[in-house]
């Protein structure tokens, strides 16, 4: 969902793949989806079969409905799931399809929102892959967008929005399943297009990547363990950094940041690394995907395949 008029494609995985002149791609390791935008001059609308509008009246900016695009779960079942939509002008187009992996039910979920916002188009994009159960990963979904939009520097100061934002939506989470046993986590890749500017934040192992100049450009990090400067902050905070099959916190998480996750909340935290960058000519194409895709694709090989794909 960028948009520019040189804008190709964005894809988001973990649960779908956009495309446009921009497309979004996503898959998951319990999920595997895809989804493609397409824009000329990228506005992006994902619109599915069920579409709901929502207006928050909390926030004194003049905006517009927000179109929540990919309403539901997945497939619980494993079965493949695949829809498309293209805008009467053809300026947009996206599609979706996913499918569960290997683990017994699906922890995955992803997001996809459409609004303005003093008279700018604001598109969201987010992948949550879950670990430990679902629970984290469908609070993130529910909540971590309606979150931002309400943050009232989200315009002014977008990248403060999605710190504040991503931290304040794991305190809520964590309040939320205070009075249980369970300690869900997950991760959170998303990218929020404002005007013409893309700002992408992360949490976990997820990665965004951008094609831009005919080159494959990671947008992230991916937060492992063993990357030198996480493990240092770890181990200041008191932590272990061990090998357990891989690198994990504690013997116990691959990942060094992530939403939830309550017993190793003093080390796993769920301040996003953010990244911002600019929609000009040179702008293809953005792949958002959970380590599903990442351990098995390359960066180049991701965005060349997602480049080829001219259906939704």
Known sequence: MLYSSCTRRVIVQVGFFCKTKLQLGNIGRSLNASRGVNYKWNRQIFTMSNVSMMVDSGSTAKRGPIVDLLMGKD?????????????????LSCGYSSFRGK????????????TTIDGQRVCMFGIFDGHGGSRAAEYLKEHLFENLLK????????????SESYQQTDVDFLDSEK????????????AVLVGDHLYVANVGDSRTVILKGGKAIPLSED????????????????GVVMWAGTWRVGGVLAMSRAFGNRMLKQFVVAEPEIQEQKIDEEFELLVLASDGLW??????????????????
């Open 223 to 238: 937060h492992k363990p063993n990357r030198s400067d996480e493990r240092k902050r770890i181990e200041s905070a008191g």
């Open 103 to 114: 683990r017994v039910t699906m922890e995955d979920f992803f997001d996809v929102k459409n």
């Open 295 to 312: 351990d098995v694709v390359p960066n180049e090989d991701a965005v060349s395949i997602a480049r080829t794909e001219e259906e939704p």
């Open 75 to 91: 497939d619980d079942g494993g079965g493949f799931v695949c829809r498309g939509w293209k805008s009467e002008n053809g300026e």
């Open 151 to 162: 943050h009232p520097q989200f315009i002014t100061d977008t990248k403060l929005a999605l």
């Open 179 to 190: 009075d249980t046993f369970r300690d869900d986590g997950s991760t959170a890749s998303t």
